[in-house]
T-cell receptor, first 113, second 114 residues
C-alpha cells in the first residue's frame, strides 16, 4: 500500500514550457486535491475532484488544468509555465464526501526559469 | 468566508519544554478542525482532528489540541518537546459542503533547541 504518490519529485521548466504532474492513490478514495505551497502562505487549493470524470476549481486555478480519467489518478497540467508557478505542489486524497482526513503525497518541487 | 490564522510564524523552544501552537478560525457553523505536521522535504501528516464531542482531542506523537468555541481557537499542545518535533505545523478547517475541501493556515515553523 503506497498511499499517495507523485511524479516527478523535482522539475525545472523554462517559461512557456508545458508539463503534467501525476498523482496516484491506491486507497480507493473518491476525493482528490491539488495544492500549491508557497512560503508564508500555507497550502492553497488549485483544483479538486469529487469522483472519476469530475473536476472543480479551487482557490487558485488560473494557469492550471486537471483531469481525472481514472479514479486512482489525478493529473495537474501547466500549459504555459510562468515563474509565478514556481512552488511545491502537493496532491491529497480522502475517502468520504464530508470533512475527512486528507492523505498527502510527498510533493513535487517545480522551478520555472 | 472561512479562514484560519496561525499568529506565530516561527517558534523556538528548548527540548523538554512545553509547547503551544495557536490557531484561530473563522467559520459560521460547527467547524471541523485539523492539525497537520510537515517534516522537512516531506508531505503533510495528520496529527489530530476534531469533528464533535470531547473538546480535548488526543493525537499521535503525544500531541493534543483543545477546541474552544468561545475563543474560536484550536490550539495544539505538547507537554515535553523532543528534537524530532522540529517541523512545520498547519492548522486547517473543513470548508463545508460535500467537497471535503480544507482551508489551511499559514503554518508555524517549530525549532527545537538542544
Amino acid at each position: 500500500n503506497a498511499g499517495v504518490t507523485q511524479t516527478p519529485k523535482f522539475r525545472v521548466l523554462k517559461t512557456g514550457q508545458s508539463m503534467t504532474l501525476l498523482c496516484a492513490q491506491d486507497m480507493n478514495h473518491e476525493y482528490m486535491y491539488w495544492y500549491r505551497q508557497d512560503p508564508g502562505m500555507g497550502l492553497r487549493l488549485i483544483h479538486y475532484s469529487v469522483g472519476e470524470g469530475t473536476t472543480a476549481k479551487g482557490e487558485v486555478p488560473d494557469g492550471y488544468n486537471v483531469s481525472r480519467l481514472k479514479k486512482q489518478n489525478f493529473l495537474l497540467g501547466l500549459e504555459s509555465a510562468a515563474p509565478s508557478q514556481t512552488s511545491v505542489y502537493f496532491c491529497a486524497s480522502s475517502y468520504s464526501q464530508g470533512p475527512d482526513t486528507q492523505y498527502f503525497g510527498p510533493g513535487t518541487r517545480l522551478t520555472v526559469l | 468566508a472561512q479562514s484560519v490564522t496561525q499568529p506565530d510564524i516561527h517558534i523556538t523552544v528548548s527540548e523538554g519544554a512545553s509547547l503551544e501552537l495557536r490557531c484561530n478560525y473563522s467559520y459560521g457553523a460547527t467547524p471541523y478542525l485539523f492539525w497537520y505536521v510537515q517534516s522537512p522535504g516531506q508531505g503533510l501528516q495528520l496529527l489530530l482532528k476534531y469533528f464533535s464531542g470531547d473538546t480535548l482531542v488526543q493525537g499521535i506523537k503525544g500531541f493534543e489540541a483543545e477546541f474552544k468555541r468561545s475563543q474560536s481557537s484550536f490550539n495544539l499542545r505538547k507537554p515535553s518537546v523532543h528534537w524530532s518535533d522540529a517541523a512545520e505545523y498547519f492548522c486547517a478547517v473543513g470548508a463545508g459542503g460535500n467537497t471535503g475541501k480544507l482551508i489551511f493556515g499559514q503554518g508555524t515553523t517549530l525549532q527545537v533547541k538542544p
